[in-house]
């Protein structure tokens, strides 16, 4: 396939990149959290593109885009728990897992042969657009092959994936920089599965109920069950967490006042949290290069978006397969 076309984030554009969804193609496109590979959600071949492009286990299912509250509801059941978050936090990065309806039109291997199925409404003008203008929902994984990075700028994912498919929209950073919070509602109380922007207080808080989280790594604990943590948001280097400084080859992903030098990035001199989640997959992969001896990260604090800082980062240090 020759490279993929990267096309502005204007009208002409977003209309030749809805033109390419709609005869199943697949599309990279920016959204709030991060780059997603969009593809007709109801084209079971453009959903089969996605899980090849990206090498992803089948098994995984992926999260369908829509433009509004009432385009969910013609293919899933909202309880009276995804309505209120629903209102509260869409369009934003948040992603339902809900039952489809018997008449759900989304591909079954978009929900990888499950009852569920996982949407969001982005908060992204050009995700928006694209909706809007492709007049369909657009099955979206994060732009990336499966096990590395997950995209924040048009870059990332034309050196990724820019041979695999056919256009990028290139609309700058993301402004979150992390994916979106996914809360499951099949069960009761509802699952927390992915931890994101929308933290599990905002969610307690909205619900008026508290909301269990699926199990992730305590701060320390080492990722020694390959089950308990797939090795998933990976760069090539080897992490080393809770790192104080850099060794002897070391590059150092700094958090917090740290001295400067050519191989080093700070997440958040100041400390910020939110500055520290929108630069993470940006600076992983300018710090993961061939001649360094590793990546030494420095502690995180374990709280608000600290938390999905620290699942990402857990994930990319565990042992791989
Ligand atoms: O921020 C985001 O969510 C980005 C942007 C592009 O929207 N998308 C994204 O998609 O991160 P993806 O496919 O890389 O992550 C999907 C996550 C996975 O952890 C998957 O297991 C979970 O959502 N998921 C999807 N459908 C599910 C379902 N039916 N049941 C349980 N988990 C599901
Ligand atoms: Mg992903």
Redesign the pocket.
Known sequence: MPQAAILPPHLGGLTKAAKLIQEGELVA?P????????GDAGNDRAIAAIFAA?E?PSF??????VATLSQAALHAELPPAAVALARRFWPG?L?L??KRRPDCAISRL???G?D???L?V?DHPV?RALLVIGQRPI??????RSGRL?PTLAAHVAADLGDRIAAIIDGGPCR?G?????V?L?ADPPLL??P?AITPAMLTECLGQEIALAPQLAAGESPLSPGQLAS?YAPRAKLRLDAQAAGPGEALLAFGPAPEGERVRNLSPIGDLVTAAANLFAMLHELDQPNIAGIAVMPIPETGLGLAINDRLRRAAAPRD
């Open positions: 496109f959204t709030e959290t991060v780059y997603g590979l969009g990206k992803r995984n299912p992926l999260i369908v885009h990065p992603t897992v809900l978009a929900s990888a499950m569920s199925l996982a969001r982005p995700a099955a979206a994984p994060s732009a990336n997950s979150i992390l994916e979106s919070s996914v499951s099949i599965l992915r994101g998933h």
